[in-house]
């Protein structure tokens, strides 16, 4: 009888250790609603205007390289799934190398968090980003 009472009791425990995991969910899950890391591109010679708002006329307030990274505020995708930093913005135009060489102009911008509560602008066809 100890027996099985023993291998129900391991069996409750696994359970409640498999409902418990579903409950708290899994680091995938965490990670997906983090803020997208965002930097420049070496088809731009590694700069990336950090702006005070979406448009060319706003002041720069500083500029990102490959190796600095600034983040997202918002982390939707956008419709083109170019940018996990949706809700993008549309603003000013401007021109730079897109990833794949050409010159690109576009309209499209991201906030971030570069001077968090202050609001802050990168140009999103110029920039690169990592989730």
């Known amino acids: 009888m100890s027996r099985s009472l023993s291998s129900w009791s391991v069996r409750g425990v696994l359970c409640g250790a498999v409902l ?3 409950l708290v969910g899994t680091p995938a899950t965490a990670a ?5 890391l965002v930097h420049a591109t070496e088809q731009n010679a590694c700069k990336l205007n950090v702006r ?3 448009g ?8 990102l390289t490959c190796h600095n990274y600034t983040t997202c505020v918002h982390s939707a995708a956008d419709a083109e799934g170019a940018s996990p930093c949706g ?5 000013g135009e401007y021109s ?3 990833a794949d060489g050409k010159q690109v102009v576009d309209n499209r911008w ?3 968090a570069w001077r968090t509560p202050k609001p802050s ?3 999103v066809a110029c920039a690169a980003f990592r989730g």
């Open 20 to 22: 418990a995991g579903a």
């Open 32 to 36: 997906e609603s983090e803020p997208a």
């Open 110 to 112: 991201a906030e971030v």
């Open 96 to 98: 730079c190398v897109g």
């Open 52 to 54: 005070s708002g979406p």
């Open 87 to 91: 809700p993008l913005l549309t603003g």
């Open 121 to 123: 602008y990168v140009a």
């Open 56 to 63: 060319l006329t706003h002041s720069i307030l500083t500029t």
